[in-house]
């Protein structure tokens, strides 16, 4: 199950989270000689400072409902949010749709964090230097942090 | 007597099915269908048309979807009467079907302009799979198609036409294209991208009337004088909610308004998608926006509140998202038509980049996003924020 809590107040845009992600899914992928796609988190300037924008994997996922080709997905097992390459057409509707900024295309497709499945915790929070990002010890907290996503969509989040 | 009537099996209809069925697992739920298919992807059509989707791309669920959900579904036939009185639905095979809660998620039809009909082999709108085989028989390449209508339907079926390989002509009777939802500088932009890929496109002209040739093409008479030539002509001016069923009862012409809960006025009658008039928060009106997350989102809420409970709907939030070319394009909430009333903007330009913000009484209501849009998501949850607190004040 994952259990990545976000804070983004607490981000200081450092960008280590990023390069983690990047390295992590270019060694777990199998290779020998990686090769660095672009990272599935993003550090964006809002106002003033710098944001990470990342899949909050929000239990209701409005990417999902906003997908008008099937192509995102809960997956039970993992509790992540998943983009199925083959079937999405690339159309920004779940980049408009996710509040927290977490799509973007990338070669013409949806590109979001996967939650690092196939490796044992996420790299990113192992990385992060101020808590901005953390693997959660009691689940709470990251159903906390994602029925978030749910509260702010039907408009009665302050 | 099934408990739960459906009428209309499409995105709003499964929607409610998928709610209901998770809700309450052996409810009793009967689905009336017009459509002789499974529920497909409307939006994918013209992805389907530029050749870049298959057939089976299009369908929303697995073909042995009603019998896992338990489902009873009659396809092929259409509701004409409710009599809300009675609670009771006469299909046009002459079956009657009583309910306990009904909902209506009939979506809406492609406006045709009077003395034209899709009966005629040159006319055609794009809205069902029939639609498209219609469009796809003529779009071969070296034909020539014209385009009615420049809102985001007609941009993206002239794109794909375009793709696969047709001469497509657009003739948009507002001053520039996709009027609706974007101002002239951005709709410009797109314009100049879908130019530069072979699309011709006539802005301030409209059709006067359809001359069929012999060889089965037809000639567009235009209301500036001049004629154009074509195989087919698709009519993309819009659409109307498809409230039949329902219309003895309807004064109004618009579709069926429903408060947060998703019911109508009629007793145990709800409505979802196209075909429901729902608070619009930018605008702060009620209206049809009709698009494909109202729809699901929608749907979803009426299937819980049909089985008692209490989901209440946050509104909705006029959007679009379009891909010309490789050019992403987002409009989301409301752009002023005229400059009155209290109204600020806020304009970035940078080449192939346009970002426009457009605030009201110092509340964001609007954005306009060309060429980049990463941050779409972002100015979204902002515009229903702000719209949530100015609601509540
Ligand atoms: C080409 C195209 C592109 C689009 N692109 C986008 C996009 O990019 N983004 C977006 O958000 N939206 C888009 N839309 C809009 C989106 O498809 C609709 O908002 C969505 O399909 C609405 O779903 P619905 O279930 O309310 O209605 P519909 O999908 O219209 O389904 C209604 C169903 O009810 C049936 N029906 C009608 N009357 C009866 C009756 N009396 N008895 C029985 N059955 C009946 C109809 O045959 C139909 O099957 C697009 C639409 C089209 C046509």
């Given at each position: 199950m994952l259990t990545l809590k976000v804070d983004p107040v607490k981000c200081d845009g450092c960008g280590r989270c990023a390069v983690a992600c990047q390295v992590g899914h270019a060694f777990s992928s199998g290779g020998r000689l990686p090769v660095f796609a672009a990272p599935l988190l993003w550090i964006r300037q809002s106002g003033d400072s710098k944001r990470i924008e990342i899949c909050r994997h929000c239990e209701t996922p409005v990417c999902a409902d906003a997908c008008v080709a099937g192509a995102i997905y809960c997956d039970a097992g993992s509790g992540t949010v998943q983009v199925c390459a083959d079937k999405c057409i690339g159309c920004y509707s779940c980049v408009m749709d996710c509040p927290f900024g977490a799509l973007c295309l990338q070669e013409g497709l949806a590109a979001k964090c996967d939650g690092c499945r196939d490796i044992n915790g996420p790299l990113c929070a192992k990385h992060c230097p101020t808590g901005a990002l953390q693997t959660a010890a009691d689940s709470r907290a990251a159903a906390a942090s994602r029925r978030r996503g749910r509260l702010l969509l039907t408009g009665r989040a302050r | 007597m099934s408990k739960y009537l459906i009428i209309g099996y499409s995105t709003a209809g499964l929607s409610a099915v998928r709610a209901l069925t998770e809700y309450e697992p052996r409810a009793s739920i009967t689905v009336i269908s017009a459509e002789r298919h499974l529920p497909y992807s409307r939006v994918l059509l013209t992805h389907f048309i530029a050749g870049k989707v298959q057939r089976r791309d299009l369908d929303l669920v697995v073909p042995d979807f009603s019998q896992q959900a338990g489902i009873t579904l009659l396809q092929g036939v259409r509701a004409v009467h409710i009599d809300p009185g009675e609670k009771r639905v006469m299909l046009d095979n002459g079956e009657r079907l009583s309910y306990r809660a009904l909902l209506l998620s009939t979506g809406s039809s492609p406006i045709f302009p009077e003395g034209l009909t899709p009966s005629d082999p040159c006319v055609a709108g794009l809205r069902s799979l029939e639609d498209c085989e219609k469009i796809m028989r003529h779009a071969v390449p070296g034909a020539a198609v014209a385009v009615i209508g420049g809102g985001p339907v007609g941009v993206k079926l002239a794109c794909a036409l375009r793709e696969a390989g047709v001469s497509v002509h657009m003739l948009v009777s507002?001053?520039?294209?996709l009027s609706q939802v974007a101002d002239e500088e951005a709709a410009g932009m797109v314009r100049k991208r879908m130019e530069a890929c072979g699309i011709n496109i006539l802005t301030g002209v409209d059709v006067s009337g359809l001359e069929p040739d012999s060889d089965g093409a037809a000639t567009l008479m235009l209301n500036d004088g001049t004629e154009l030539a074509c195989s087919l002509a698709v009519f993309c001016k819009g659409v109307r909610p498809n409230t039949e069923p329902l219309q003895v009862l309807q004064t109004r012409g618009g579709g069926i308004r429903v408060d947060k809960f998703m019911r109508s006025v009629f007793e145990d009658i709800y409505a979802a998608g196209d075909v429901a008039e729902t608070f619009e928060i930018t605008r702060r009106q009620y209206c049809t926006a009709a698009i494909w997350p109202h729809a699901v989102r929608q749907g979803r809420l009426a299937g819980l509140n049909m089985a008692g409970c209490e989901a209440p709907y946050g509104g909705s939030l006029f959007r679009n998202a379009l891909e010309v070319f490789g050019l992403p394009f987002i409009s989301i909430g409301i752009h002023p038509v005229s400059s009155c009333g209290n109204w600020d903007m806020e304009i970035c330009r940078d080449g192939l980049v346009y970002r426009k913000l457009i605030y009201r009484e110092n509340s964001l209501v609007g954005a306009q996003l060309v060429g980049r849009v990463e941050e779409a998501g972002a100015l979204q949850a902002e515009i229903r924020r702000c719209a949530v607190q100015d609601l509540d004040e």
């Open positions: - | 507002s001053p520039h294209l």
